[in-house]
């Protein structure tokens, strides 16, 4: 008894430890809201040597033509209809391989989790062509689009192994009450996916919310740009506004943690169930 809670012990030191490393950026970025630039370059200090809001004030307006709430409004704009329409493709794409039975089934699904090792780099080259030959440049459509054909295979392959652990009874039994394929998909297999939808809808909101590479090629007119492209803007060749960042950046943060608060049950149950089977 007495060495299970030495090991315990020792389990919550080392957790605690872990936690605290990893949540020191956030920690530190929090802080240096409250600091000038020559307070954060010149001391080694965690604390500020004084609390002014002004760094906040700086943070919203940005750099920019437009203030911080519309990048937060373009932001919202780009990751709401993305995310939706990823989970919707996605899980469609999903009960195909997983529920249907069709020559080169396997095959397609290999060629589809093989395209996981492409780098960003390599796939930003041919979509930019594309939609610059399309006219969809300098709008969300860029972001739209894959979005709605299930352009993202680590979601199909989460899904795939979920509903591999369903029993196929529920679709003989949709069948018999006369329901088609899209209709016990929707009915009754896409109710059951909730928990790998919390995990689908955590990882692209927070992938589309941070994403940096893809918006600064693809979207150019700053009326459109997200937040990312506004937190860069505090930074040029010959000046870095850092605590202005800072402030932009720990603003920027606040609505994923939200969303993950109220998700984070069925995030850690759609990983745990979607492992591989």
Same mark, same amino acid.
């Given at each position: ?31 240096? $809201? ?9 001391? &080694?200090?965690? =604390? ?29 704009? &780009? ?10 493709? $996605? ?45 969809? &440049? ?36 949709? $069948? ?31 992938? $589309? ?41 720990? =603003? ?26």
């Amino acid at each position: 008894m007495k060495e299970k809670k030495i090991k315990n012990g020792i389990t919550y030191v080392i957790l605690g430890i872990v936690g605290v490393v990893m949540l020191f950026p956030v920690i530190w970025m929090f802080f240096a $809201c409250f600091k000038t630039n020559n307070e954060i370059f010149g001391s &080694l200090s965690l =604390l500020p040597q004084g609390w002014s809001p002004e760094a906040f004030i700086k943070g919203w307006k940005t750099t920019g033509t437009y203030t911080y709430a519309q990048y937060f409004i373009n932001t919202f704009a &780009l990751v709401v209809p993305t995310t939706l329409l990823t989970l919707v493709s $996605c899980s469609i794409v999903a009960y195909g391989f997983a529920r249907f039975d069709f020559p080169g089934n396997q095959f397609l699904f290999m060629v589809l989790i093989a395209t996981l090792m492409l780098p960003n780099a390599i796939i930003i080259i041919p979509r930019y062509a594309l939609f610059n030959k399309l006219g969809w &440049l300098d709008s969300y459509m860029t972001f739209y689009a894959p979005a709605a054909v299930g352009c993202y295979p680590f979601f199909v392959f989460m899904m795939v192994q979920f509903l591999r652990g369903l029993p196929r009874d529920l679709d003989e039994s949709a $069948c018999i009450d006369g329901c088609g394929p899209f209709q016990t998909f929707f009915r009754i297999i896409m109710p059951q996916l909730k928990p790998v939808t919390a995990s689908v809808v955590i990882i692209t909101g927070v992938n $589309c919310w941070n994403n940096y590479q893809f918006a600064l090629y693809l979207l150019q007119s700053p009326k459109i740009k997200t937040i990312t492209l506004a937190i860069a803007g505090f930074f040029s060749a010959d000046s870095a506004n850092v605590n202005g960042a800072a402030a932009a950046a720990f =603003l920027g943060i606040l609505p994923v943690i939200v969303v993950f608060l109220f998700l984070q049950k069925y995030f850690i149950q759609g990983m745990v169930d979607s492992a591989i089977k």
